[in-house]
């Protein structure tokens, strides 16, 4: 890594500003350069880490992979993906042809039709699961080759009991895989509970700013890391140096931007939960929440998205009232996507991919860092106006 951080010593505030900074040298910049190269000088026989073709490597990418793996605590460089979704499918190309994978019932809707697809084209088997449900999780470990697992789910938020799925998948044999694209590494770090791999849409809160989609594999295991990197080089799910850019760009302020965040969620979650327009609220912060205990012990935050289900008005189906608080929202924006500075808000099952198991009128809100009572106010005239 270049720089001067130690990730074992500087807290995550640190490394997120000072981690895959260039040397220090005079004269040099503060940013490390975007390098814009295809290829690069190169004869004969290629040293492992030489950089010769941009598909494969490029200087472009470092100083983000050191960065994230940093914040992570990864032991090796990270792999920066064109999409989480590359990310994710790199992951699934290390199960064997008709392996087992086992993954949340509500993971990420595009990843469980990923893994749905390699069922249906018999690549491998695939048991969704209930990834709260600690039992019927280690059941489904056995003869399994992969667990993908996801704590807090998108979009539900059911939050698994990480430390002991990852140690009953190892004591299986089974390769672990945490999405941590809602945690970030500041809310929990999966390759310290025990994972093997760690995935992240970087388009979500690590970018930040709703303007790169990008995606990141992180790994303490060499193996590992090559295989992916091949993987990588091989179906050319690359990143561009810009994107990259702007991505570790807004790393730097992730501590800061996902504190603000997190806390505006909580009290967000606070007052929802009393709201007399409101049928249903899901947020680990809420200590009626089934996921509240173990985010307790296992988490430093609770996250910023919140599950919200409003009650519906006479004469209408939850799935239309819901749409027509969506409708009445004015500063939040209706959109899909989440974790960056802007609140948005999306009807889950819009979505025709979307889990039938996620209710119809199920909102997802991602919490911005705008000002908390500004944000209240909206969602409040909003639920109102419904009455
Ligand atoms: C968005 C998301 C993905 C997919 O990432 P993209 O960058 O959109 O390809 C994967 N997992 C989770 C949990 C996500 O929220």
Redesign the pocket.
């Known amino acids: 890594m270049t720089g001067a951080t130690d990730p074992q010593q500087h807290s995550p505030a640190t490394l997120a500003v000072h981690a895959g900074r260039p040397a220090r040298a005079q004269g040099a910049g503060i940013n490390p350069p975007i390098t814009l190269n295809s290829t690069f000088v190169s004869q004969g026989e290629i040293p492992p880490g030489e950089l010769f073709y941009g598909r494969a490597d490029t200087d472009a990418w470092h100083a983000f992979e050191d960065a994230l793996a940093a914040l992570e605590g990864a032991r090796q460089r990270g792999i920066v993906f064109g999409?989480?979704?590359?990310a994710?499918a790199s992951v699934l190309s290390l199960v064997p042809p008709g392996g087992v994978v086992v993954l949340p019932r509500h993971a990420?809707h595009?990843?469980k039709l990923v893994a749905q697809d390699l069922a249906e084209r018999q690549r491998a088997t695939v048991r969704e699961v209930d990834i709260a449900d600690t039992a019927a999780v280690v059941a489904a470990l056995d003869g399994a080759d992969l667990l993908l697992a996801?704590s807090p789910t998108?979009p539900v938020l059911e939050v698994a009991d990480l430390p002991a799925l990852l140690a009953a998948a190892r004591d299986r044999g089974v390769v672990t895989v945490v999405?941590n694209?809602?945690a970030t590494p500041l809310g929990q770090r999966p390759l310290a509970l025990g994972a093997d791999l760690v995935?992240h849409?970087?388009?979500?809160y690590i970018a930040g700013h709703s303007d790169v989609?990008?995606?990141a594999v992180l790994t303490d295991d060499a193996a590992l890391a090559e295989r992916i990197r091949g993987h990588r080089a091989l179906h050319g799910a690359i990143a561009g140096p810009f994107e990259v850019w702007l991505a570790l760009r807004g790393l730097r302020t992730l501590p800061l931007r996902y504190e603000r965040a997190c806390a505006n969620a909580d009290e967000l979650a606070r007052r929802l939960a009393d709201h007399p327009a409101v049928a249903g609220v899901r947020h680990p912060s809420l200590p009626g929440d089934p996921g509240h205990e173990r985010a307790r012990a296992q988490m430093s935050t609770y996250g910023a998205v919140i599950g919200l289900r409003p009650a519906a008005g006479a004469g209408r189906s939850p799935g239309e009232a819901a749409d027509a608080v969506v409708a009445a929202l004015r500063l939040w924006t209706p959109a899909t996507?989440?974790g960056g500075v802007e609140s948005l808000v999306e009807r889950r099952r819009r979505l025709g991919s979307e889990s039938a198991t996620v209710p119809e009128d199920f909102l997802r809100l991602s919490v911005g860092i705008e000002d908390v009572e500004d944000l209240w106010a909206d969602l409040d005239q909003a639920l109102r106006s419904q009455g």
Do not use: A, Q
């Open positions: 999409s989480g979704m590359s994710v990420y595009t990843s996801e998108n999405d694209t809602f995935v849409s970087v388009s979500k989609v990008l995606g996507s989440l």
